[in-house]
C-alpha cells in the first residue's frame, strides 16, 4: 500500500527520530562508551523514567517562566516592531542598535541580573525576554517597513491616514512574518532560561541538569535535555498550526 504525500510528510519526521535513537544507541554500544561521559538512548530513557518525579517538577518550572518571558518578548516585541516599522527614518536608525544588542550573548547580563533581582525566576524571566524579543521586533518591522509604496499611494488618495494604513493594511500583511518570529522565539526563550538557570536559579531544568552533571549522572543530564527539546517542539508546532490556520492566505498553493 503505497502512502499518498501528506501521509509521508506526516511520517518523516517521527522516522528521523527513531533512526536518530538508533544511531545514538548503537553508536554508544558499539564503542563502549562509559555511560557516566556519553549515556545511550536506552540509559536516558531510563533516567526520565526513574527521575520522573524531580524532572516533572524542575520542566514545569522552566516552561512556566520562559512562557512568562515569552510573553513579555510579544507584547514589547510587537510595540516596538510596530513603532519601528511605522517610519522609515526610526527604521533605519534603530535597526543598527537592535543587531548590537543581539550581538551581546545574554548569558552576559545574567550576573548583572542576578545583581539586580537576586537568585530566582526573575533573571530566567528577563534572559528568556531578552533573548527572544529580538526576532519579534525585527520581523513586525520589516513586514510594516516594507510595505509597497504603490499601495500605500493608492490607500492614501482613497483618504486613509499613515495610522489606519498601518493598521488595516501592514499589520495584516506583516502576521507571516509576525508568527515566523513566534517560531524562532520560542526556541531561543527556552534556550535564554536554561542557560540563566545554570547560573542564578535553584530550580529549573538548567539547574537540574547543573546538579546532575556535577554528581556524574550524565543520564539525568540527557534526560534534562530531551525535555527542554520536547516542550521547545510542542511550542513551535503550536505556533505552526496557529501560522497556518490565521496566515492561511500567504501559504496558498502550498502542500
Known amino acids: ?15 528521523a527520530v527513531a533512526i536518530l535513537v538508533v544511531i545514538w544507541e548503537v553508536t554508544v554500544r558499539l564503542l563502549d562508551v562509559p555511560e557516566f561521559i556519553f549515556p545511550g538512548a536506552w540509559a536516558t530513557a531510563q533516567a526520565l523514567v526513574t527521575y520522573a518525579g524531580p524532572i516533572g517538577m524542575h520542566s514545569w518550572q522552566t516552561f512556566w517562566t520562559t512562557m512568562v518571558g515569552f510573553g513579555i518578548g510579544v507584547a514589547v516585541g510587537l510595540l516596538l516592531g510596530f513603532i519601528i516599522g511605522s517610519s522609515k527614518f526610526l527604521y533605519h536608525a534603530c535597526y543598527p542598535l537592535l543587531v548590537g544588542f543581539n550581538a551581546i550573548p545574554k548569558v552576559a547580563f545574567v550576573p ?10 526573575v533573571p530566567a524571566i528577563l534572559t528568556a525576554f531578552l533573548i527572544c524579543f529580538f526576532p519579534i521586533v525585527v520581523n513586525v518591522a520589516t513586514g510594516l517597513a516594507t ?49 540563566s538557570e545554570t547560573v542564578a536559579s535553584n530550580q529549573g531544568i538548567g539547574y537540574l541538569m547543573m546538579s546532575a552533571g556535577s554528581q556524574m549522572r550524565m543520564g539525568l543530564v540527557f534526560a534534562g535535555l530531551i525535555v527542554i527539546s520536547a516542550m521547545a517542539m510542542v511550542m513551535y508546532e503550536l505556533f505552526a498550526v496557529l501560522e497556518k490556520r490565521m496566515t492561511g492566505w500567504a501559504h496558498r498553493g502550498q502542500r
Open 1 to 15: 500500500m503505497q502512502l499518498s504525500e501528506k501521509s509521508r510528510q506526516r511520517i518523516a519526521p517521527w522516522a
Open 112 to 121: 548583572i541580573l542576578v545583581v539586580w533581582f537576586g537568585i530566582g525566576s
Open 147 to 195: 510595505l509597497e509604496p504603490e499601495m500605500e499611494d493608492v490607500l492614501r488618495v482613497l483618504g486613509a491616514k499613515r495610522l489606519d494604513v498601518l493598521l488595516k493594511v501592514g499589520m495584516p500583511r506583516s502576521l507571516p512574518y509576525f508568527f515566523a518570529s513566534l517560531k524562532v522565539a520560542i526556541t531561543l526563550a527556552f534556550v535564554g532560561t536554561v542557560v
